[in-house]
């Protein structure tokens, strides 16, 4: 299976989770090309693809060079994973983007996580729908099943698609 995936995680607006992140990234990668692989390391903001720009360096020209490489690289994915407990406004903004362009998503959430007790936005539990899933779930192995049914059904549309 090649599918193009696009996982969010955050990156400014915490790098709690990154330990995680990594975890989650090496378990899609079973399934395709995680297109955000950058996500998982431990200095995102120098990822090879920003190569071009002074190591620290945050200045709009990068910045405009991480929005157009993501939303490039969102609008060429298949499906969308978002870990979503460590709110991040990036995050939210990429899960509009890919709803706007109805990716499938799967959002996940860890509830008793300290920082999740507020619990979800409800832009993103009230986009629930056939093609819009938000799993909770405690530790990653919890989420084998579902990446594997994620993968499973994203295979069948694929497929029901191409004979016609
Ligand atoms: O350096 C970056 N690289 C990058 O790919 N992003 C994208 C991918 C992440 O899913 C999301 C994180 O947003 P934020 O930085 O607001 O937490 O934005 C965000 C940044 C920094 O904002």
């Known amino acids: ?12 607006a915490g790098r709690q989770d990154a330990e995680l992140y990594q975890i989650l990234i090496k378990k899609l990668q079973k399934y395709g090309k995680v297109l ?3 996500i998982g390391l431990n200095e995102p903001w120098n990822a090879p693809h920003l190569s071009g720009f002074t190591l620290g360096q945050e200045d709009l020209a990068k910045d405009k060079c991480i929005f157009k490489t993501d ?3 969102l609008a060429s994915a298949d499906v969308v ?16 983007f890919a709803w706007k362009l109805n990716k499938p998503t799967l959002c996940l959430y860890r509830p008793l996580n300290g920082t999740g007790t507020a619990g979800l936005s409800a832009m993103i539990t009230g986009a629930a ?5 938000i799993t909770h779930y405690n530790e990653p192995d919890e989420l084998d099943q579902a990446f594997e049914q994620l993968f499973q059904k994203l295979e069948l549309t694929k497929n029901s698609n191409s004979q016609c």
Not at 1 to 12: K, V
Not at 81 to 96: D, H, R
């Open 71 to 73: 939303t490039d690289w």
């Open 129 to 133: 729908s056939d093609s819009w899933t």
């Open 1 to 12: 299976m090649t599918h193009r995936i696009y996982f969010c995680g955050s990156i400014r």
């Open 36 to 38: 955000t692989e950058h």
């Open 81 to 96: 994973v978002a870990e979503c407990t460590q709110p991040s406004l990036g995050v939210g903004f990429e899960l509009g």
